[in-house]
């Protein structure tokens, strides 16, 4: 057993880091698009820096329970604040109590405020030899320029449909399913595992794939569409609320306040994943409409060929382009009902 044995893609990334188990840097900074993983490979990585091949050592540290393993969470929805930040620095200077090191992890990094971030400079300036510091980011940006210039940053990237089927399948899913949810998910493995066990993944995708058949020439009915294409997601979710009610359960009475807000966070992003993933799926069709007319290849094969020709490519590409621009209005935290609406109706409009 390893610490990185389950994780789905990503071999050039967990390559990289198992070499770095040898001589690990005081600080690292993973950056990459959300939900593709990165979380879930800075916890691993952290369990293999504290514990080897020690099993009983594994165990703990992937319960999160070692007593080298400091987790930094944001308050409650909020932010990882300066108070939290200050304890971090006065425990990196204690020596670790089990393990060769300390290892500090920050799964949520991009949510450390300014405060915080300078109150931890220091400290990556002038590392205690026992710790090691682990951020996780959408990307460098989100961190002050000093904070992330000294760490060594590892960047991930989405995981390809073949290599998402095939980490499925070894988990024992049906074929079918597993490219049905490995579509859906966008490249992203955990959203893919979450989907796989739904049989309403290929729903999903049908409602987005029939919107430029369907679009309104009317307000109200962009406002329905909208309404339709959010319906569609909320069965999906079910599969991580189903998770989180297991987590809590395994609280054994503990205050499970810190793990609700998690909780929290973590449906809010993968909500967001599969509303970002509907939008990539309709422009996927405006993109095939374009290379079907054109003599090439299309990506979204089980639609009706005759469903490409109804549209001129250049107005093809236009959509697809106007489609991908909602993904960053949806960054921006407008509503999603009145960014489809607008979207829907604006397409309709165009022909």
Not at 208 to 226: K, Q, T, V, Y
């Amino acid at each position: 057993m390893t610490a990185f044995d389950d994780i789905i893609g990503h071999r050039h990334v967990l390559d990289l880091l198992s070499a770095e188990l040898v001589n690990p840097a005081q600080a690292y900074l993973f950056v990459g698009p959300g939900s593709v993983g990165k979380a879930a490979v800075a916890h691993r990585f952290a369990v293999a820096l504290l514990c080897g091949a020690d099993a009983g050592c594994l165990d703990r540290a992937m319960r999160r329970i070692h007593p080298d393993l400091m987790l930094i969470e944001p308050e409650g929805r909020a932010s990882i604040t300066v108070d939290q930040a200050r304890h971090v620095v006065a425990v990196a200077s204690l020596a670790p109590l089990e393990a060769d090191r300390r290892v500090f992890l920050f799964e949520e990094g991009g949510m450390m405020n300014d405060e915080a971030a300078s109150a931890l400079l220091k400290t990556l300036e002038e590392p205690s030899a026992g710790a090691v510091f682990i951020i996780v980011a959408e990307s460098e940006d989100e961190l002050p320029d000093t904070v992330a210039s000294r760490c060594r940053t590892v960047v991930f990237g989405r995981v390809g449909e073949e290599e998402l089927v095939t980490g499925l399948g070894g988990l024992g899913l049906d074929e079918d399913q597993a490219r049905q949810a490995a579509r859906i998910s966008g490249g992203r493995p955990g959203l893919a595992l979450a989907l796989a066990t739904r049989p309403e993944v290929a729903d999903f995708r049908r409602v987005w794939l029939s919107i430029p058949m369907r679009l309104p020439e009317h307000p109200g009915d962009a406002f329905r569409l909208a309404e339709e294409v959010l319906e569609a997601a909320d069965p999906l979710l079910v599969a991580v609320k189903e998770r989180h009610e297991e987590a809590l359960a395994a609280e054994d009475g503990r205050d499970g306040r810190a793990t609700r807000d998690r909780q929290a966070r973590e449906l809010r992003r993968a909500t967001d994943a599969l509303l970002v993933t509907g939008l990539e799926i309709l422009a996927s069709f405006y993109r095939d409409v374009a290379a079907a007319q054109f003599g090439g290849g299309v990506r979204n094969s089980d639609v009706p060929v005759t469903a490409f020709t109804k549209i001129a490519p250049a107005t093809a590409l236009s959509h697809a382009e106007r489609v991908l621009d909602t993904i960053d209005v949806l960054r921006a935290h407008q509503r999603p009902q009145l960014a489809f609406a607008t979207l829907f109706a604006d397409l309709g409009s165009d022909g």
